[in-house]
């Protein structure tokens, strides 16, 4: 077997694309310096400057940006559509986009299906008039269906931890000594081997779904936990303000890797200490769910019943089954349906408790500014009861910035991901999260690139995407 | 403005007192005791063996006692051995004389931070020495940083969705979106590796510690720079459009103020209150940067010391530093209070 080049057949358009590249960054650096130039000329005759009508430096800079981004994108395509056809003759990038074919085609159909809905889709349909926001989007659910079509085993050709002898530290595109003919693009270490002689590749596509699992959850949960108590501090005010404001500034004084230091070691999980954390951050979703039903239907009690126990009575169970867990120190209910595998659950638990106090100051806030309102003022005089004006007046009307820090702190929860892996805290040693995999192969950096550096840029382009999203999110729903 | 310092600082004091509390808890819950009874004893002692050193040592009294004695508040503990008496205050084993001689409190308050079994020496000699370095590393990373973000920020903010506005937008979420061990790698792969071959600089800033050169220290600084310099820029980009479009600038406009002139004169000092703010508050978060990249670069500062400390579980040196850390943290809150009442005309005057 061979090994594979980057760009196989197609390696003639190579320079294309580097010169459309170099044109592109030649032509946005131009674009900036005249329009700055151009701007400081235009706000001397009035503050607008005159519409131009002949072509100007500045217009033919703004062109020359267009075309070589065009040319860049299209290469690109061409390379995706030549992978996606011909597998292993595109070389490593043609054999990379047929593997992906899965992700395509799912991301085309998302994309299909929310263009031509879009003005029935409210806020999210208003994200495809953004291209910021479109971008963004395109890339986070990128990493999305990667993360979970990777967990059907419908992408990675190698086991993440399989060790192939003979295959350590090898360049990206080494064939497996001894592969058959007919392996298809199993015979080859597409993005090399680390230094364990396993598939990087294939542990990128298995650390997107770790990504994936803890990141959005553990947010949600911090909302829910920073909602719960936002709302009632800012609503109410005075002593209870004080005094949650007060545990929140705490946490938040707290450095971050101090604070991960001190709860993920084997130790403190031994006391048992992040489970009895999990037992009251874990309450606040069924305590949201809960007041959120009964300030609802309060004044229809069977409603009411029928509701909580619809909502209540399946969370409670999964909720028993997330903290117990056998052989640690709670392990008493009987109905455990499912156990978290060993240190997620720690990890989740710090991501939460650093995360929740910012969500509680920004809801905090809102409500503050929102309390003024006249449609709280009118809900107070038809009498109704505290927390239905939280939760049914307030909290609806702030979600916009909610959202946009929600997007935001995913991002944010998946920088701190990687970090406990950099540090190899909490989760087990041979996950192929990316933190872990960059810290496993940042000691031997100087002569091998090719293990860390794809998780370092998955990583950046999934928190890109999530700024990208949350930007475009903002631009839109201030547009209403 | 007084009773304004005074209350913030009252609440500082208290927020670290519960800070330093809950550290001291946590290091020293029975197992982590445990462990340190063993790296220190003998790692084959029994559950008895190991009680029982704890209990020779102090280490089983309640645990606001302990503290107290470590904050310097309570007497230090003293015990009666075969040798002589033993003690919190006392270096090993000495006579009745000697003891009553030795001074009854010794805590943090005192001076004295205890001693760090990482590195056999006593804590405060570690935390100078490192908390120096780091110091030497962060006064570079504020000199590249600041005033990188500002004039990026200055430049995309005064005119709100220009060419200038969109790229350097896009670029400051770009390094905001770049975690510092993604740059660091990236960084250590393209201008270092033998593989890329351009090798401008130093993988490790190991000898910066001793002489800092562009080549081992340039490295280490643009890391942390760089994720700060994105999110300073876009806070400094929202409060400069703020300020833009203010009717005091519409007034200059009209007046017929030149561009620049209404940028620097006009507009720049009232859009920097807020940036002052967001710079002062971002140290807890450049702090964490600092660990990364001190373990990422291998410069032996304050960050790699706390690396080391959770790691060899030494305890009195991780209860140094994040008493350090949580002062540094609430220090720059309450600057951060107070210059922006300073600042800001309109709440310092009412």
């Known amino acids: 077997m061979e090994p594979l080049s980057w760009t196989g057949s197609l390696s003639f358009l190579t320079p294309i694309l580097f010169l459309s590249l170099a044109a592109l960054g030649v032509s946005i650096i131009a674009w900036m310096v005249l329009s700055v130039a151009g701007g400081m000329r235009a706000s001397a005759q009035g503050p607008y400057g005159a519409p131009a009508l002949t072509a100007t430096p500045e217009g033919l800079a703004a062109l020359g940006v267009r075309l070589s981004l065009l040319a860049a994108v299209a290469i690109v395509l061409i390379h995706i559509v030549f992978g996606i056809l011909f597998g292993t003759a595109g070389g490593i990038i043609g054999a990379m986009s047929q593997l992906m074919l899965p992700v395509w085609i799912a991301l085309a159909l998302l994309f299909f299906v929310s263009i031509s809905f879009k003005r029935r889709l409210g806020l999210y349909g208003k994200l495809f008039d953004s291209p910021i926001g479109m971008i963004g989007f395109g890339l986070v659910m990128f990493w999305v269906f990667t993360g979970i079509l990777g967990a059907l085993d419908l992408i990675a050709p190698h086991d993440s931890v399989a060790q192939v002898s003979g295959m350590k530290n090898k360049l990206p595109g080494t064939p497996i000594p001894g592969a058959s003919e007919d392996a298809g693009v199993a015979a080859w270490y597409l993005l090399g081997g680390d230094n364990l002689a396993r598939d990087v590749f294939s542990r990128l596509i298995d650390g997107a779904w770790v990504v994936v699992q803890i990141a959005p959850l553990a947010t949600l949960f911090a909302f829910m936990v920073g909602i719960t108590l936002g709302l009632p501090a800012g609503y109410y005010g005075g002593r209870l303000d004080t005094f949650l404001s007060f545990l929140a500034n705490l946490v938040l004084a707290f450095p971050v890797i101090l604070l991960f230091y001190l709860l993920v070691t084997p130790e403190i999980v031994a006391t048992g200490l992040p489970q009895y954390i999990a037992v009251v951050l874990f309450a606040f979703p069924l305590v949201f769910a809960g007041v959120l039903l009964h300030s609802r239907y309060r004044t229809r009690p069977q409603a009411n019943m029928l509701w909580l126990a619809l909502v209540l009575i399946p969370g409670f169970l999964g909720y028993m089954s997330l903290i117990n867990e056998a052989g640690s120190k709670i392990s008493f209910w009987p109905l455990d349906f499912f156990d978290v595998p060993g240190g997620i659950l720690v990890v989740f638990v710090s991501v939460v408790f650093v995360n929740s106090p910012t969500v509680f100051r920004i809801v905090r806030g809102l409500t503050l500014d929102i309390k003024t309102r006249d449609y709280v003022a009118a809900a107070q005089t038809r009498g109704e009861r505290p927390w239905y004006i939280m939760l049914w007046e307030i909290l609806p009307n702030a979600r916009g910035p909610l959202i946009v820090d929600f997007c935001l702190r995913i991002g944010y929860t998946t920088i701190l991901l990687g970090t406990l892996g950099f540090f190899g805290l909490g989760l087990p040693p041979e996950s192929p999260d990316w933190g872990s995999t960059i810290n496993d192969g940042r000691k031997l950096l100087a002569i091998y690139l090719h293990p860390p550096l794809p998780p370092a840029l998955a990583l950046l382009s999934l928190v890109l995407g999530l700024n990208l999203l949350a930007d475009g999110l903002r631009e839109e729903s201030l547009r209403d | ?350």
Not at chain 2, 331 to 340: P, V
């Open chain 2, 1 to 350: 403005m007084a009773l304004f310092i005074l209350r913030r600082t009252g609440v500082m004091i208290l927020t670290a007192l519960c800070l330093t509390f809950i550290v001291f808890f946590l290091t020293n819950l029975y197992p982590n005791l445990e462990k340190l009874a063993k790296t220190e004893g003998n790692f084959r002692m029994s559950d008895e063996a190991v009680a029982s050193w704890l209990d020779k040592n102090g280490y089983l009294q309640p645990m606001p006692v302990k503290y107290g004695q470590w904050l310097g508040i309570l007497p230090g503990w003293r015990g009666a051995t075969e040798d002589g008496i033993t003690g919190r205050c006392i270096t090993g084993a000495v006579s009745q004389e000697e003891a009553d001689n030795a001074p009854r409190f010794c805590g943090v308050l005192q001076g004295d931070w205890g001693y760090s079994t990482r590195f056999k020496d006593s804590v405060w000699n570690i935390i100078e020495v490192r908390l120096g370095n780091t110091g030497y590393l962060m006064m570079w990373v504020l000199i590249v940083m600041i005033p990188t973000a500002l004039v990026i920020g200055v430049l995309a903010g005064m005119r709100e969705g220009s060419v200038t506005d969109r790229s350097l937008s896009t670029a400051s979420i770009l390094t905001t979106a770049t975690p510092e061990y993604v740059s660091g790698v990236i960084f250590i792969a393209v201008f270092t590796s033998s593989t890329v071959g351009l090798k401008w600089f130093k993988g490790t800033a190991n000898s910066a510690m001793t002489e800092p050169t562009i080549e081992n220290f340039f490295l280490p600084v643009i890391t942390i720079a760089l994720y700060g310099i994105g999110y300073i820029a876009r806070m400094t980009r929202a409060s400069m459009t703020e300020v833009m479009t203010a009717q005091y600038i519409r007034t200059a406009r009209l007046k017929g103020v030149s561009f620049p002139n209404i940028v620097m004169r006009h507009a720049l000092r009232n859009a920097l209150i807020a940036p002052f703010t967001v710079i002062m508050l971002q140290f807890p978060w450049l702090l964490s940067g600092v660990v990364i990249v001190e373990t990422l670069f291998n410069y032996k500062g304050f960050g790699w010391s706390l690396v080391e400390a959770a790691g060899n579980n030494d305890i009195e040196l991780l209860l140094g530093i994040s008493v350090i850390s949580v002062v540094i943290v609430l220090l720059t809150q309450l600057i951060s209070d107070i210059g922006y009442v300073y600042l800001n005309p309109r709440i310092r005057i009412s």
